[in-house]
């Protein structure tokens, strides 16, 4: 079988990952909040879900069950949380693989609940909340009320561990301290009506840790789900002007290698269409440049604009599926063939690149 070496590389840092971990569950645990720790924006790889476990994260969690189904055989003893609402044809897999889910459909919590039952197990459930990102969640809350005294009452096989509530993603909802509320106020009327406290109330996801950088998460918020704010940790300082020098933002850096270098002019020469994605580009002529070709693209990584070069000089000027142009007419060094050029990465990059098998992973 063929067996990749050689470059594109992603270099990922375990420990820097591992001190992001440590970092942000300990901000999270001084006012009470426990972290899962989100895993699918690398795709799942099994050493970093090691370093959740080591930093001993109470949860650990993704959107896909073939990145949690290998975890257990790891030796990965957390409990594994679902995070994107089950599919009702993926029921009997979350339940084997999964001890807690996030849920907002009955249909899919009444088979969840005959899974379990089959496979002699009790499994969790966190009902969501729908606070106005609309995406997943209940928008009626009585409704939401009334299901979860169903599973409460009815569903024997289903612990009802707590509620949720998912901001940011889609409607680019924030965490303020009242909306959080909204989420409190829903999980103390299922109390009223059941009788006893829930275990979880989980506030949402990175952006949620603008409240504990303030200190006004509403008290009774116990949980996040924490996925960007450890793996990159960007979004925070970058878009909303918080503190987080003390995260490292390079855990993971890509390595690519330089397949061609020649002056060429820089604008196409003939007459123009469209590009291989069909899209209409616009060059801008500068003159004869010098250009160094590497061997990566768009199916590597999705989004050329996305990738920060490092190479003092050097800049992307666009991409093909499996190529990728520099600009390096003003770079520093002498670029030369099999020279090789390194990047920093935005989150959707690693999500690509860590799910690319031409991409090779070391882990330092
Ligand atoms: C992806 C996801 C998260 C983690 O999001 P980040 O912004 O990366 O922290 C949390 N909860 C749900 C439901 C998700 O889908």
Redesign the pocket.
Known sequence: MYKKSGYPKLIVDLQKLKHNIDVVQLACRDQGVEIAG?I??CTGLGPCAMQYERAGCAYIGS?RLEQLAPLREMGIQAPLMM??VPMLSEVEDVVRICDIS?NSEVAVLKALNAQARTQDKEHQVILMADCGDLREGFWDKDEMVEVAVMVEKDLHNLHLAGVGV?V??YGSLLPTPEKLQELVDIAERIEERIGRELEIISGG???SLMRVDDGNLPPRVNHL?????ILLAYDLPHLYGYDHHHLHQDVFKLRAEVIEVKTKPSHPVGEIGFDAFGHRIKYEDRGMRRRALLGIGKCDYGDPEELICCEPGAQVLGASSDHTILDIEDAERDLKVGDIIEFDIKYATIVYLTNSGNVEKVYI
């Open positions: 989100i699918k924006g959107s995070v994107r996030l998912n940011g993603c996801a990175t952006s789900r924490i996925g960007e704010g």
